[in-house]
């Protein structure tokens, strides 16, 4: 266990629908990053946050967006949601935002878009 | 930008036996770090072993140990004595020391992976 969770686990919507990803960090730390698996693309870098703010963006399509939240939680809004955004999503948490820090994932959430 | 490759998609072991992932990277950078995750059906991932690109020293963790190879840009991961829950895919990560824009940014980049399979 990292430390880290993730609700909710699976989810199943249909497309042009919009969800909500919640990651709670590991206790301490001020980073996250979220992170998309999929067939196609594999493990790519969405988003980070570190304490409120954001800080870098990958391939982050702008039907997608991000906050972090006051308790350090944070979310990702999936909307307009179409077949291929159909993946597994991950949370990572470190301590600062350098790249010294250890990230820790937590255990995902599967989306399926049908 | 920098990418990794793992041109393994799958390997096969015999249990107790060793085997050998490879991975290469492509970077302008002096100073990053590698790494080698572990994801097993739970989807979990776990991470295998770090290495920082200043240290020539191979990182080792017990059954675990790289080759990592600066110039050639090469980062492979050993596991000796195979266990069957070592099966798993395996991808190969990469970190910038520094952000795009300077800072420290620290986002991983990673491989497609290489699924091994553990015989019995």
């Known amino acids: 266990d990292s430390g880290v969770t993730q609700t909710p686990k699976h989810l199943i919507t249909a497309t042009g629908q919009r969800v909500t990803l919640r990651c709670s960090p590991r206790s301490g730390d001020l980073s996250v990053y979220w992170y998309q698996q999929s067939l196609d693309q594999g493990l790519q870098f969405l988003i980070q946050y570190y304490n409120g703010e954001e800080r870098a963006k990958g391939n982050i399509l702008e039907r997608f967006s991000a906050q972090q939240f006051p308790d350090l939680h944070s979310e990702l809004n999936l909307s307009s949601l179409e077949l291929g955004d159909s993946a597994l999503y991950f949370c990572?948490?470190?301590?600062?935002?350098?790249?010294?820090?250890?990230?820790?994932f937590g255990p995902g959430t599967r989306l399926t878009v049908t | 930008a920098q990418t990794v490759t793992q041109s393994q998609p799958e390997m096969s072991v015999q249990e107790a036996e060793t085997v050998t992932l490879s991975c290469t990277y492509d970077?302008?950078?002096?100073?990053?770090?590698l790494f080698w995750y572990k994801q097993p059906p739970s989807r979990q991932m776990i991470l295998v072993i770090r290495q920082e690109a200043y240290k020539q020293q191979n990182a080792t963790e017990n059954r675990f140990s790289v080759n990592f190879q600066k110039a050639a840009k090469s980062f492979s991961l050993k596991i000796s004595d195979s266990q069957l829950g070592d099966a798993a895919m395996y991808f190969c990560?990469?970190?910038?020391?520094?952000?795009?824009?300077?800072?420290?940014?620290?986002?991983?980049?990673f491989g497609k992976g290489t699924k091994l399979s553990v015989k019995p």
């Open positions: 990560a990469y970190r910038s020391f520094y952000g795009v824009d300077g800072g420290s940014q620290g986002n991983l980049i």
């Open positions: 970077t302008s950078e002096s100073d990053y770090y």
């Open positions: 990572a948490s470190s301590v600062g935002v350098g790249s010294s820090y250890e990230q820790y």
